[in-house]
């Protein structure tokens, strides 16, 4: 399963982004979703993260501002990002498992599958 994430680039203080995963060969049906980001110098951290029913996670910084969904064929997620900060300057992955236990959404190593990432820069 290839994860293929697009969608990154410049944008300005303020400004918008959406973000887009899709996997080949497959849907997301059933599948935990999630995105994470990696800054430069720092350690990948969790962003958000969507399960099958609907339920979604948020870190405390991106709450309010960023909103994961899931196209209706379920071929696609999504991540909205509105009221962007230079802090939010990363590379963003999308990642997604068949299996991640409640609690534990925010850990990268709960996901087997991971996409190769897209960059976002936000301009102060």
């Known amino acids: 399963v290839q994860l293929q994430a697009s969608g990154g680039g410049l944008v300005q203080t303020g400004g918008s982004l959406r973000l887009s995963c899709a996997a080949s060969g497959r849907t997301f049906s059933n599948s935990i979703m999630g995105w994470f980001r990696r800054a430069p110098g720092k350690e990948r951290e969790f962003v958000a993260a969507l399960r099958p029913s609907g339920m979604t996670y948020y870190a405390d910084i991106v709450k309010d501002r960023f909103t994961i969904s899931r196209a209706n064929n379920k071929t696609m997620i999504y991540l909205q990002m509105n009221s962007l900060k230079p802090e939010d300057t990363a590379v963003y992955y999308c990642?997604?498992?068949?299996?991640?236990?409640?609690?534990?959404?925010?850990?990268?190593?709960?996901?087997?599958?991971w996409g190769q990432g897209t960059q976002v820069t936000v301009s102060s």
């Open positions: 990642a997604f498992d068949r299996s991640v236990r409640f609690g534990l959404e925010h850990v990268g190593k709960s996901y087997l599958f």
